[in-house]
């Protein structure tokens, strides 16, 4: 009776915190006052079933909201088929993610979807059911409280964009039913759909053209902005954002830690506009945010914007009025390859120094590869003023990962490459775009030194930025590009299968055999992994700052915290360099070999690095 007394209390204490602001913005958009009375009942529904251990971590992360914001965070993305066969088999390789140091996995898309048209399961077809043959919700559940008493958290993909077009209201559409073609975009005429072509730039110029669907048996057009089996989500309906946050709410109550919002920026469209980052979609997830600080505020939202910078930040919100936990930290990714590919750090110093100047409660993952190609979204304002057009830079990057390039042993593939505008972006593991892949094939250990090498330093200055990194599986293992997908007709048309291979469980056996590829990487980056867990310069919320080292290839990146200072020196290419920073003139000594040095003159190795900490 008293702990159900407490229960009530701390939900309406919440819920009056929240109340006024909430009711406001879904005015604002709807004003629609019995959807937003079934949206508040659902809500303490949600809350009630939400199970006690659930609530004690809730209570546990409210008391102290910096929780994510230490330095032992280490995420890991993976594909459940791909890694463990099943969730349960996931569940069995525990071992492996806490012996990488991992304490935050993203389970890809594992919700039902349709073999052959699911887009890597981004074309979710029951948001309530897990894919046959990787589980049930039971297994989830049990799941993620198996990760919890391991003090691993649990990030899933939440598709809120655009359901399957086999979703059962997508097929109660298909049959004209009014009610759930409003759930839609739907037109009986070409003119709208061309008006909004007008405007809206195209996702997947090549694999999935245009921003529409015709569906003959229908005589309509229906907005599909990804892939034509993904129909876009009408948001102007109430009834489809109340639906959604109860699907989100149901999905969190099997213990999922963070949300990862897909392709957030697309969820509000408006003709005449790009339909992207519109201020609704603002106060959609100002309102998610809102919800879930009522009913399950241990819960972390991951936006994924896939945006130039100033784009990118507005979805941190406000520190009064905040929207997501963390984002992606994509310009960066982009521009660390860059200067992999031009042995220059500068534009990466800028891009850097932009997202260290932001406020630090801001939190960013930082990844070098994900599932995705890699987009080269750079700041070509900049690049032109150093004398490269944004046109033949791309170029000259794509060239350069498919080692096409002089001083390039990358392999890889490009996606979407589009004729028309001469676009493409890129495919390729971490350890191919690196050059592993070409030197494992031609038997040439000198390149695979380098590769190595080169591999590790980069993992070595991402650990170092502002933010939490986050390792795509296989990575840990150097895990080259998997050219089977070209076998597989479902998957043959969309090269990003070419980094979405199996995890290698036979070469992970190498981890042990001193020499191989796999031991190399593995024990260099958990020597590392292990240095961010004690050294709380590494907090996400110390100082971060870069600092002039007088050489385009060297990149240096200086962090403090509570007294501790540590610095970053990260050697972009093949020469070896000596690093000249004048910061102070204190001792500081070598992270890894433990040698004192002073902070000038610091030798290199090609593709060399150093972490280096201050000797008070
Ligand atoms: C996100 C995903 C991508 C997917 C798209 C559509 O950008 O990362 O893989 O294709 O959303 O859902």
């Not at 008293?2 to 958009?29: A, G, I, N, P």
């Not at 979807?113 to 897990?130: C, I, L, N, P, Q």
């Not at 933010?467 to 597989?488: A, C, L, M, R």
């Amino acid at each position: 009776m008293k702990s159900e007394v407490k229960r009530v209390t701390e939900y309406q204490r919440r819920f009056r915190k929240h109340f006024d602001e909430l009711k406001w913005l879904y005015t604002e958009l709807y004003d629609n006052k019995s959807m937003f009375a079934e949206l508040c009942e659902r809500m303490e529904y949600y809350y009630h079933e939400r199970s006690e251990k659930l609530k004690w971590l809730d209570r546990k992360r409210e008391k102290n909201p910096n929780w994510y914001k230490q330095n032992d965070m280490l995420g890991m993305m993976l594909y459940i088929d791909n890694f463990g066969g099943d969730i349960k088999g996931v569940e069995k390789k525990l071992d492996y993610i806490q012996k990488s140091n991992v304490n935050y996995i993203h389970l890809m898309p594992f919700l039902d979807t349709v073999e052959g048209a699911s887009d890597g399961g981004y074309a979710v077809k029951d948001f309530r059911t897990v894919r046959p043959d990787l589980g049930t919700m039971e297994d989830l559940d049990a799941f993620t409280a198996t990760c919890h008493k391991k003090h691993i958290n649990v990030c899933m993909d939440f598709v809120m964009n655009h359901t399957s077009d086999q979703h059962e209201w997508a097929m109660k559409a298909k049959e004209g039913d009014g009610e759930y073609m409003s759930r839609y975009f739907f037109y009986d005429n070409p003119d709208i759909p061309k008006s909004f072509d007008e405007t809206v730039p195209q996702v997947f110029p090549t694999t999935a053209p245009g921003n529409f669907t015709y569906l003959p048996e229908l005589r309509h057009w229906v907005m599909t902005s990804f892939y034509p089996y993904q129909w876009d989500l009408n948001y102007h309906n109430p009834r489809v954002f109340n639906e959604m946050m109860y699907n989100f709410l149901y999905l969190v109550n099997q213990g999922i830690d963070i949300m990862r919002l897909d392709a957030v920026p697309y969820i509000w469209k408006e003709m005449g506009t790009d339909c992207r980052n519109l201020p609704q979609v603002h106060t959609l997830v100002r309102m998610m945010r809102i919800i879930s600080e009522i009913v399950c505020p241990g819960v972390l939202l991951l936006g994924e914007v896939v945006m130039e910078p100033v784009k990118v930040t507005p979805y941190f919100g406000s520190p009064a009025k905040p929207e997501c936990h963390m984002l992606y930290n994509v310009t960066t990714m982009a521009t660390t390859w860059n200067s992999v590919a031009t042995r220059d750090v500068r534009l990466l110093k800028q891009q850097l120094d932009s997202v260290n100047s932001l406020p630090k409660e801001y939190v960013f993952l930082n990844y070098l590869r994900c599932h995705d190609d890699v987009g080269w979204g750079l700041d070509y304002w900049t690049l032109s003023n150093w004398g490269m057009t944004e046109f033949n830079h791309k170029h000259y990057l794509n060239d350069y990962f498919l080692g096409k390039a002089v001083r390039s042993n990358s392999r890889g593939e490009l996606y979407n490459d589009d004729e028309a505008t001469g676009d493409a972006r890129f495919c390729g593991t971490t350890a191919s775009m690196c050059g592993v892949e070409r030197a494992g094939f031609e038997h040439n250990g000198a390149m695979m030194d380098e590769a190595i090498q080169q591999d590790i330093m980069l993992h070595a200055y991402m650990f170092m930025q502002s933010g939490i990194p986050v390792i795509y599986s296989g990575d840990e293992i150097g895990q080259v590009n998997d050219y089977t997908y070209k076998d597989d007709p479902r998957k043959c048309s969309d090269s990003r299968y070419l980094h979405r291979g199996a995890f290698r469980w036979d070469l992970e056996k190498k981890i042990e055999e001193p020499g191989t590829v796999e031991n190399r990487l593995f024990t260099a980056l958990d020597q590392l992994e292990k240095i961010r867990k004690k050294e709380n310069a590494f907090v996400s919320t110390a100082d971060t700052w870069t600092v002039e080292t007088y050489d385009p290839a060297v990149l240096c990146i200086g962090r403090y915290y509570e007294n501790n200072k540590v610095y970053g020196l990260f050697n972009f290419s093949e020469q070896p360099k000596t690093a000249w920073i004048h910061e102070d003139d204190a001792n500081y000594r070598d992270m890894i070999t433990g040698k004192v040095l002073r902070a000038e003159a610091v030798k290199l190795e090609p593709y060399g690095f150093r972490w280096m900490k201050w000797v008070r």
